[in-house]
Structure formats: structure tokens, C-alpha cells
């Protein structure tokens, strides 16, 4: 069992570039989520998935697009980089939303904007 | 506002010494809480979680919270820290929707 797997672990990008984060899991959880974490902000919701096909707008979802194609995979797209979105992402995945269900994160990726 | 506090940005403690770090939510209902702790450069892992039933919840690595009504807390203790619990805490609760809600964190230090 890999549980929740990100790649790439850090990833430096140019200010208007655009890429993927990749998130992977292998527990068969409904639900997925993308964190972004920056100092003395805690982790705020930038998208999420209830289950296949389905997707919702979080805290702090401008500037990036999410789908849902596959109950393992999350990707989390950056449409145009920029300075402000450099921080840590983490993608978390639970059995379920709305209940005393434990989210299981991945290590994270570091991205930074110049 | 659905929300989660935690007051202190950054506590230092003294090996050996107990620990509490504090928590506070605002909703009009009981929340679903948790705690996780996160190591240097790592992802966050679950400490413990209350739901229902005994408020006072033990949880991995020798840590416990109490869920007290009255005050809106969900403190997390442990009786005497090793420098291992070096890490940064987080506190979160579920409010009745898909989502999870964090405070902004509680930098813990360990000194000799």
C-alpha cells in the first residue's frame, strides 16, 4: 500500500508557465482534496472530489483547475503560474467528507514561481 | 463562521517537561475534531480525533485532548515530551460538510 503519492516532490516554474501536480491514491477513498500550506496560514482547501466526475471549489481555488477522471487520481493544474501561488501543496484522500473520517496526506510538493 | 483557532504560534518546552497546546472552535454544533502533527518536510499525520462519547481521547504517540463544550476546546496534552515531538501541530475540525478546517498551526520546540 503506497497510500497518497505526489509528484513531483519540488518544481521551480517561471511566472505564466503552466503544469500539473500529480496525486495518486491506492486505498479506494471516494473523496480527494488539495491543500495549499503557507506560513502562519495553516492549510486552506483549494479543491475537492467527492467521487469520479465530480469536483468543487474550495477556500482558495483561483488559478487552478482540477478533474477527476479515476477514482485514484487527482490532478491539481496550475493554468498560468505566478508569484503568489509558490508554496506547499499537499493532495489528502479519506473514505468519506462530512464525518469522523481520518484524511491521509501525501509528502507534498514545493513549488516556486519566479 | 465555521473556524478553528489555535492561540500560540510557537511554544518551547523542555524535555521531559508536559505540554498542552491549545485549540479553539466556533460552530453551533458539536464539530468532528482532529489533530495532526507534521514532522520537518513531511506530510501531516493523524494524532487523534474526536467524534462522540468520552471527551477526554487518547491518541497515537502518547498524546491525549480533551473536548470540553463549555469552552470550545480541543486541547491536546502529553505528559512529558521527548524531543522527537519537534513538529508543527495542527488542529482541524468537520462542521456537517465535505470539508476540513484547519487552524494556522503551533510550532513546537524542544530544548535540551
Known amino acids: 500500500n503506497a497510500g497518497v503519492t505526489q509528484t513531483p516532490k519540488f518544481q521551480v516554474l517561471k511566472t505564466g508557465q503552466s503544469m500539473t501536480l500529480q496525486c495518486a491514491q491506492d486505498?479506494?477513498?471516494?473523496?480527494m482534496s488539495w491543500y495549499r500550506q503557507d506560513p502562519g496560514m495553516g492549510l486552506r482547501l483549494i479543491h475537492y472530489s467527492v467521487g469520479a466526475g465530480i469536483t468543487d471549489q474550495g477556500e482558495v481555488p483561483n488559478g487552478y483547475n482540477v478533474s477527476r477522471s479515476t477514482t485514484e487520481d487527482f490532478p491539481l493544474r496550475l493554468l498560468s503560474a505566478a508569484p503568489s501561488q509558490t508554496s506547499v501543496y499537499f493532495c489528502?484522500?479519506?473514505?468519506?467528507?462530512?464525518?469522523?473520517?481520518?484524511?491521509?496526506f501525501g509528502p507534498g510538493t514545493r513549488l516556486t514561481v519566479t | 463562521a465555521q473556524s478553528v483557532t489555535q492561540p500560540d504560534i510557537h511554544i518551547t518546552v523542555s524535555e521531559g517537561a508536559s505540554l498542552e497546546l491549545r485549540c479553539n472552535y466556533s460552530?453551533?454544533?458539536?464539530?468532528?475534531l482532529f489533530w495532526y502533527v507534521q514532522s520537518p518536510g513531511q506530510g501531516l499525520q493523524l494524532l487523534l480525533k474526536y467524534f462522540s462519547g468520552d471527551t477526554l481521547v487518547q491518541g497515537i504517540k502518547g498524546f491525549e485532548a480533551e473536548f470540553k463544550r463549555s469552552q470550545s476546546s480541543f486541547n491536546l496534552r502529553k505528559p512529558s515530551v521527548h524531543w522527537s515531538d519537534a513538529a508543527e501541530y495542527f488542529c482541524?475540525?468537520?462542521?456537517?460538510?465535505?470539508?476540513?478546517?484547519f487552524g494556522t498551526g503551533t510550532r513546537l520546540t524542544i530544548i535540551p
Open positions: 486505498m479506494n477513498h471516494e473523496y
Open positions: 489528502a484522500s479519506t473514505m468519506g467528507g462530512g464525518g469522523p473520517y481520518e484524511q491521509y
Open positions: 482541524a475540525g468537520n462542521f456537517g460538510n465535505e470539508k476540513l478546517t
Open positions: 460552530y453551533g454544533a458539536t464539530p468532528y
